[in-house]
């Protein structure tokens, strides 16, 4: 079963109409290179590629 990942960051190439993403997976990292995070603020895709 596909996991269905909604995201907004529309210039991502990964993105699509509705708030998509059609990566077949993606990265997600705490920020600063921490493998810990204290809230949703500290997460971020890094499958992440501008289109
Ligand atoms: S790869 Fe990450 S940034 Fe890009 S659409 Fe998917 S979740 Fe969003």
Same mark, same amino acid.
């Given at each position: 079963? /596909? ?12 993105? #699509? ?16 290179? /921490? #493998? ?5 603020? #500290? ?6 590629? #501008?289109?």
């Amino acid at each position: 079963m /596909r996991l269905e990942v909604k995201c907004n960051v529309e210039n991502c190439k990964y993105w #699509e109409k509705g708030d998509q993403c059609v990566a077949d997976s993606i990265y997600v990292v705490g920020l600063n290179g /921490r #493998e810990e995070a204290a809230s949703v603020d #500290e997460t971020a895709c890094k499958t992440f590629e #501008e289109c």
